[in-house]
């Protein structure tokens, strides 16, 4: 069984800085795209940023503030959110697409539990 593993949340302030991490378990044998959305109340989940082989994606609100990074050895993917601002407060949620488990399960794609992002002006 796959799970997604979700660190690193929490309150800061407008103008700080948070690092969030994501870890899959299990049989992994290959992960397509690895990333991260987010979903603040009352709104529909947004994709933040992806990266997948060698392209990232990212929305244009986060651009310049956010970066994504990935170890596919570790099937690890990290945010780091810089210059955070109060309409960044979500829960953030990693995802990770095309992921095939061993013996040959999959391709199937899975959430991780979201970890909470709250900015405080």
């Known amino acids: 069984q796959v799970q997604l593993v979700e660190s690193g949340g929490g309150l800061v302030q407008a103008g700080g800085s948070l690092r969030l991490s994501c870890v899959g378990s299990g049989s992994i044998l290959s992960i397509g795209g690895m990333g991260w959305y987010r979903q603040a109340p009352g709104k529909q989940r947004e994709l933040v940023a992806i990266v997948t082989g060698g392209t990232y994606t990212y929305v244009d609100s986060v651009k310049g503030r956010f970066t994504i990074s990935r170890d596919n050895v570790k099937n690890t993917v990290y945010l780091q959110m810089n210059s955070l601002k109060p309409e960044d407060t979500a829960v953030y949620y990693c995802?990770?697409?095309?992921?095939?488990?061993?013996?040959?399960?999959?391709?199937?794609?899975?959430w991780g539990q979201g970890t909470q992002v709250t900015v405080s002006s």
């Open positions: 995802y990770a697409d095309t992921v095939v488990v061993v013996p040959g399960i999959g391709p199937d794609d899975y």
